[in-house]
Structure formats: C-alpha cells, structure tokens
C-alpha cells in the first residue's frame, strides 16, 4: 500500500511552489496524497523563518503535528524550508519530535529522507544551496491560477531582512524553463501566471546582464490559454517608464504593481539600505497612474529604529497624498544577525503596533474611498468559490490572490469560470457585484 503524505506549507508564495515541487516530487513516485494529517503516515511542515511571529507559528505548527506521532497514526514528522535552512543545528537539539530536517537545497532528496527515516534514522542536512526543482508540480492554488518562481535569494541586503541568510544571493532561472513551467500550467488550465521572486524587477540580471522581466512577459503572453499576468514584488528602483508602458501595453499583463516601498523617508529608506529616495518612489507611482488605470499594492514597516514620530507622521501624510489601493503595514521585527537588529534607537513593540493600527486605519478609509470609485463599472472575474452566505467569491485583474480583497458576487455560474460582473457596493476592502 502506498505511503500517504500530508503537507502544510506556512509563508510566502515562493515557499509555497517549494512545497508544491515536493508534492510533485512524492507523487511521481507514487505517495499517496492527502489534507488530513490525521491520515497521514508521514508529515511534512514546509516552515517560515522570515521575522519572528512566522518562526513562531512554524514551532507551533511543528509540535501540533508532533501529536499525531503520539496518537500512533504519524510514523514519520519531516522539517522543511527556511526555518530548516537556517536553524537546523537548534531544531535538530532542541525538537526532538522532528525525523528530519531538511534545508532549501535538499528538497530533491525527500524520497530519499522518507525511505531512511521510516527505517529508523534522524537526518539533518542544510548545506546545499537552493536548486530550483525539476518535477512537475502538484498545485494548492485555486483551479485558475499558478505561481512562477522566476529567481530565488536575494542580492538587495536590505539591513532587516533575513532572506539573504537564509537563500543566499539573487538567481534567476532561465527563461526557457519558465516558458516551459508556464506552457505546462497552461496546458492543465491555469490562466492566471503570477511571476514571482524576492525582486522581480531583477529578474535576468544576472544570467543575461540585464534585466528581462518584460521579455519574460511577452513571452508568457504568446501562450495559448493564458489570460492574466501578475509579475510580484517589483522594487522602485528598477521601475522605469519602459516597464510601465510595456505593462500598460501588453494586453495580458494585469494593470497592477506591486511596489514595496517599506518607507517614504530618505533617512529611513538609507537606513534600511534601500535602492532609491522618496522622490523616486513618488515618481514612480506618479508615472504610473498616468500610464493606465492601475491598482497599486505597497508594504510599510512602521517602527524601524530610531523612525521619529515625525517620520511616522510622513509616512502616514505620504500615503494620504499618493494613496494606494493595496497596503499592508507590518511592525518591525527585529531579526538576529541582521544590521537593523544591532542598531540604536530600538522602538517599543506596543509603540510600533500602534503605529502599524494607524496606518491600516488610514488605509480603511483610503481603500473605501478608491473602491467607491469603481462602483457601476463592469469587470471580467474570475469565480473562485463560494461564501458561508452562498455568495460566488471572485477577483478582476485588480486583485491579486491570497493578499487582496474579493468581489462578492450575486449570480449563478460555474467555479472556475469568468463572467462579466457590474459592480454594485463598495466596502472597505471588497467590492459587490452581480453577474450580466
């Protein structure tokens, strides 16, 4: 009888297609798949060790599923991802329910460490780099759309981040393979390719000396059965007026950047050894709602050491001025061996929440206002599933997945289908609408 797998994969969306490739990895070999981990021989935990709220919920997940093992039905509780890259010497003494523990680059090995571990042994291993798998994918995201991980690692080194420790540099895969990937996932169905990697306005710098995200959309565009693209993560400093107009342009690239700017103060910004001033990030939202009618999408970190209440105040009469229709705003988190973490001027983490509850609530007020905008405007939405009130749940090309509002829709029509959607109520966050 086949082995049966459960996997939980916490995080980003990049580790989410790391974990994907392990499913499609087990079943090509035959696993037996399932989302039940009460039915599960062997249990996989694909971690997060961005900042420290994720590493907690990764420890938590971890011993959750430890209780599985005790009741009999779990014979084998395997560690993966970055928590596992990074603190696989602490893991390994410290959790002993953990069989194996298994780093970024050695995914490909995870046969080979279900095999030794149902034999009895504990394996560690997170010495290799980061490979981008091989084995088709066993997709998690809804029936529609995929993402492409076009670079992993990061060269940025912004001064409170942990990514470069944990991925190492910046590589990007070469665009063959990803035409490839995406002509597969075309092939399967999905319609909507959202490219992804730490910064994807670099992607190809490295392998072809210059950046290549606009040939890598053209390309994706001429794919047969491709309907939306949603390139992630596109740093200021790289956004030029030729990137902007070829993402206007381009018939199949969602009208939607994604632009982390995390701040608008210049001191700030080169504190946490950020590409580019507020001046440049102006400029580039300011280009941008010129060129076409976008939805823009940020993130904020409030309570950056030694951030002033002046700077906060700003920042928060920054995003009044240029507002975005997407935000998220997160505290600082004051990760180890990071520059950022051994700096002076350290801030209280209650004066940091507050800071974070005022943003969002000027975000509240800010994404109503921009919602009401598109009120009786009619849209093509992709029908994603149903709420407990039997509404049909779906998004236009102006929501991104897992990160954004919904369109809540009244109507009839197959999941996983598009329709014609007029909007008719705008909240805070999502819209309504009924099908024409």
């Given at each position: 009888m086949a082995t049966t797998v459960a996997l939980i994969s916490l995080g980003c969306a990049k580790n989410q297609v790391d974990a994907e490739s392990m499913l499609g990895q087990l079943a090509q070999k035959g696993y037996q798949l399932t989302d039940d981990p009460a039915q599960a021989q062997v249990i996989i935990v694909n971690t997060c060790g961005f900042i420290t709220s994720a590493k907690e919920e990764s420890i938590e997940t971890i011993l959750d599923m430890a209780r599985y093992k005790e009741e009999g039905v779990c014979r084998a509780l395997i560690v993966t991802g970055c928590l596992a890259q990074r603190y696989a010497a602490q893991l390994e003494a410290e959790m002993p329910e953990a069989d194996a523990i298994l780093g970024i680059g050695h995914i490909d090995e995870l046969e080979a460490v279900i095999h030794a571990v149902l034999e009895g042994e504990r394996v560690t291993k997170n010495s290799r780099p980061y490979a981008f798998p091989a084995a088709p994918r066993v997709l998690s995201t809804a029936p529609r759309h995929a993402y492409l991980k076009i670079a992993?690692?990061?060269d940025n080194r912004c001064s409170y981040c942990a990514i470069p420790l944990i991925r190492g540099g910046f590589v990007s895969r070469p665009i063959d393979d990803l035409l490839r990937e995406a002509r597969v996932l075309a092939d399967q169905g999905i319609s909507?390719?959202?490219?992804?990697?730490?910064?994807?306005?670099?992607?190809?710098?490295?392998?072809?000396g210059k950046p290549r995200l606009i040939d890598l959309m053209e390309g994706l565009s001429e794919i047969e059965g491709v309907k939306w693209i949603r390139p992630l993560y596109l740093y200021p400093d790289l956004v030029s007026m030729t990137l902007i107009d070829a993402m206007a342009q381009m018939q199949k690239v969602c009208n939607y950047l994604d632009l982390p700017i995390q701040h608008i103060d210049d001191t700030i910004l080169r504190a946490m050894h950020r590409r580019g001033d507020g001046a440049l990030i102006k400029d580039v939202i300011e280009k941008t709602r010129a060129a076409g009618d976008f939805a823009l999408r940020t993130t904020l970190i409030c309570g950056f050491p030694g951030e002033t209440r002046a700077q906060f105040d700003a920042l928060c009469q920054f995003i009044t001025e240029y507002p975005f229709d997407r935000l998220g705003a997160f505290a600082y988190s004051q990760e180890e061996d990071t520059p950022a973490a051994q700096m002076d001027g350290q801030i209280r983490q209650g004066v940091k929440n507050a800071r974070v509850?005022?943003?969002?609530a000027l975000q509240r007020k800010i994404s109503h206002e921009l919602l009401q905008k598109r009120v009786g405007r009619e849209y093509e939405v992709i029908l994603e599933g149903r709420n407990p009130q039997g509404l049909l749940v779906g998004r236009s090309m102006y929501e991104a997945p897992d990160v954004d509002g919904a369109i809540l829709v009244r109507g009839d029509a197959p999941l996983g289908q598009y329709a014609r959607v007029r909007i008719t109520q705008a909240q805070d966050y999502d819209l309504m609408g009924v099908i024409v």
């Amino acid at each position: 009888m086949a082995t049966t797998v459960a996997l939980i994969s916490l995080g980003c969306a990049k580790n989410q297609v790391d974990a994907e490739s392990m499913l499609g990895q087990l079943a090509q070999k035959g696993y037996q798949l399932t989302d039940d981990p009460a039915q599960a021989q062997v249990i996989i935990v694909n971690t997060c060790g961005f900042i420290t709220s994720a590493k907690e919920e990764s420890i938590e997940t971890i011993l959750d599923m430890a209780r599985y093992k005790e009741e009999g039905v779990c014979r084998a509780l395997i560690v993966t991802g970055c928590l596992a890259q990074r603190y696989a010497a602490q893991l390994e003494a410290e959790m002993p329910e953990a069989d194996a523990i298994l780093g970024i680059g050695h995914i490909d090995e995870l046969e080979a460490v279900i095999h030794a571990v149902l034999e009895g042994e504990r394996v560690t291993k997170n010495s290799r780099p980061y490979a981008f798998p091989a084995a088709p994918r066993v997709l998690s995201t809804a029936p529609r759309h995929a993402y492409l991980k076009i670079a992993d690692g990061c060269d940025n080194r912004c001064s409170y981040c942990a990514i470069p420790l944990i991925r190492g540099g910046f590589v990007s895969r070469p665009i063959d393979d990803l035409l490839r990937e995406a002509r597969v996932l075309a092939d399967q169905g999905i319609s909507e390719i959202i490219p992804i990697a730490q910064d994807t306005t670099r992607y190809g710098l490295d392998l072809y000396g210059k950046p290549r995200l606009i040939d890598l959309m053209e390309g994706l565009s001429e794919i047969e059965g491709v309907k939306w693209i949603r390139p992630l993560y596109l740093y200021p400093d790289l956004v030029s007026m030729t990137l902007i107009d070829a993402m206007a342009q381009m018939q199949k690239v969602c009208n939607y950047l994604d632009l982390p700017i995390q701040h608008i103060d210049d001191t700030i910004l080169r504190a946490m050894h950020r590409r580019g001033d507020g001046a440049l990030i102006k400029d580039v939202i300011e280009k941008t709602r010129a060129a076409g009618d976008f939805a823009l999408r940020t993130t904020l970190i409030c309570g950056f050491p030694g951030e002033t209440r002046a700077q906060f105040d700003a920042l928060c009469q920054f995003i009044t001025e240029y507002p975005f229709d997407r935000l998220g705003a997160f505290a600082y988190s004051q990760e180890e061996d990071t520059p950022a973490a051994q700096m002076d001027g350290q801030i209280r983490q209650g004066v940091k929440n507050a800071r974070v509850n005022k943003i969002m609530a000027l975000q509240r007020k800010i994404s109503h206002e921009l919602l009401q905008k598109r009120v009786g405007r009619e849209y093509e939405v992709i029908l994603e599933g149903r709420n407990p009130q039997g509404l049909l749940v779906g998004r236009s090309m102006y929501e991104a997945p897992d990160v954004d509002g919904a369109i809540l829709v009244r109507g009839d029509a197959p999941l996983g289908q598009y329709a014609r959607v007029r909007i008719t109520q705008a909240q805070d966050y999502d819209l309504m609408g009924v099908i024409v």
